[in-house]
């Protein structure tokens, strides 16, 4: 990876390759060139690193804070319409990964351990294992 | 799910303020809610209601379809609004902090 994207030494790290498997899909999706010897798997290896950094910075503690904002406004609106006070059919909300990976982390939905399982093809231990969001990617509650 | 009609008592939107997500929000909207169903201008209303009170600038610009048309706005566009998320959102004062903290406790997990 690191002669294919001809990456320095202080490059070599989860924050870095999870920023380039964004830019190696950005240009795929937009049919750019890739490396010459770059190969589906290195293709697959940097997209875990992208998936574990991610679900590994938003989640913890750092999840529950991120995720509090969220859950208190659905759980807000939810109430409301239990009450009867609110009608609406439907509240559409646009934002980041970093807002929904924390939501995802703290609903259980994915875990560090279970996206490296994945990647090794090992036996998924936990109930749910989804994986970062994609783009335009929606959580439907 | 919803009506063709917007009604804000039936359906809600929300974005941060990055351009990427309320460009999201917008083409949403534009699928959800496509031109052609938007309101019609009732037929009681006088024609001359319908071009601006004033010699317009540029007449050429006033085009046949806004006069002509039933819709209020060409082609019978929604314009929906969009509600603001960041106050919502971003109510954590120490956010920075956290990152911070939350990045160290990465690298030593990695």
Redesign the interface.
Known sequence: MKILFNLTSSQLN?QTMSDLYDTVVADLNLGRAMPVNFKEEDKKNLKYMYEF?NS??FG?N?AR??AT??LR?IKEKLTDVQKGSN??????????HS?VLPLLSVLDLTSPECITQKWKMEPITSLNCVSPPPY?ANLIL | LAAPKFNPNEVEFYSTSKLRTQNSALSFIYGFYPLGEGWTIPPEVPSDKLVPPYTPLFPSYLSKSMTDSPFALNKGFQPLPVRPLDDILDNCPDYDNLLAKRLQEVSKTI
């Open positions: 989860l950094y590994l910075l913890g750092f804070v991120l904002p969220s406004m009608k609406l059919k439907a509240s559409f909300v646009f934002g980041h807002n335009a």
